[in-house]
Antibody
C-alpha cells in the first residue's frame, strides 16, 4: 500500500519560511499525484496543495496561493512544500497524501502521520 | 469554490445501530465524492471513493451512495472501532474541499 513520512515542521516566527518534506516508499511514487492537507488543532481537514505525477500541473488553496510552493523529486520519491510569509493561521498539522491516480479527481488513499507547524512569536 | 456541508455535525449512537451521515455540495460534483474516517491522534483513512466504491480493506458495513449534490455514508451496524470523525471531500474540482466533519460518539 505504501508509506509516507513527513518532516520539517516546527516552531517558526510569523513572516518566516519553512520547508516540509514527505518521503514515500512502498509504491511507484512517479505514478501518482500528491497532495498536502492540513488540520489546525481541534478543527477539520483543509486541502492545501496538489501536484500531478510529472509536476506539469500544480494547484493551491486560496488561503496559501502566492505564499506556498509545492514540488516533487521523483528520483528521490520525495514531496516538498515550501511555505513563505507564514502567519498564525498556518498553524496546523500538515499531512502529505497520495492520490489514487496520476492527475486530478482522485481520492487520497495513503496518508503520512503528519508534521506539526506552529507559527508564533 | 465548492462548499461541502455535512449533517449532523455530531451524533450519539450505540453499538449495532445503523448510522447515516449526509454530505451536500454547493453545486453538482457528479460522483466525485470521497469519505474518510479519522480517529483521535491518527491520520485520516479513506473509506469510500467516487461516491460508492469501498476502499480495499474497509469492512463491508460501510457503504456510500449519491450523485450530483447529495451523498450519504452508511454504517450498517456500528462497531466499537467505528467511533470516530467522518469527513466527506469533493474531488470534482482541483480545489479539493472537505466537509466540516461528523463526530460519531458512544451513546
Amino acid at each position: 500500500e505504501g508509506q509516507l513520512v513527513e518532516s520539517g515542521g516546527g516552531l517558526v516566527q510569523p513572516g518566516k519560511s519553512l520547508r516540509l518534506s514527505c518521503e514515500a516508499s512502498g509504491f511507484n511514487f512517479d505514478d501518482y499525484a500528491m497532495h498536502w492537507v492540513r488540520q489546525p488543532p481541534g478543527k477539520g481537514l483543509e486541502w492545501v496543495s496538489r501536484i500531478v505525477w510529472n509536476s506539469e500541473s500544480v494547484g493551491y488553496a486560496d488561503s496559501v496561493q502566492g505564499r506556498f510552493t509545492i514540488s516533487r523529486d521523483n528520483a528521490k520519491s520525495t514531496l516538498y512544500l515550501h511555505m513563505d510569509r507564514l502567519t498564525d493561521a498556518d498553524t496546523a498539522l500538515y499531512y502529505c497524501a497520495k492520490s489514487n491516480n496520476a492527475y486530478n479527481r482522485g481520492a487520497f488513499d495513503v496518508w503520512g502521520q503528519g508534521t506539526m507547524v506552529i507559527v508564533s512569536s | 469554490d465548492i462548499h461541502m456541508t455535512q449533517s449532523p455535525s455530531s451524533l450519539s449512537a450505540s453499538v449495532g445501530d445503523r448510522v447515516t451521515i449526509t454530505c451536500r455540495a454547493s453545486q453538482s460534483i457528479d460522483r466525485y465524492l470521497n469519505w474518510y474516517q479519522q480517529k483521535p491522534g491518527k491520520a485520516p483513512k479513506l473509506l469510500i471513493y467516487a461516491a460508492s466504491n469501498v476502499q480495499r480493506g474497509v469492512p463491508s458495513r460501510f457503504s456510500g451512495s449519491g450523485s450530483g449534490t447529495d451523498f450519504t455514508l452508511t454504517i450498517s451496524s456500528l462497531q466499537p472501532e467505528d467511533f470516530a470523525t467522518y469527513s466527506c471531500q469533493q474531488s470534482y474540482t482541483t480545489l479539493y474541499t472537505f466537509g466540516q466533519g461528523t463526530k460519531v460518539e458512544i451513546k
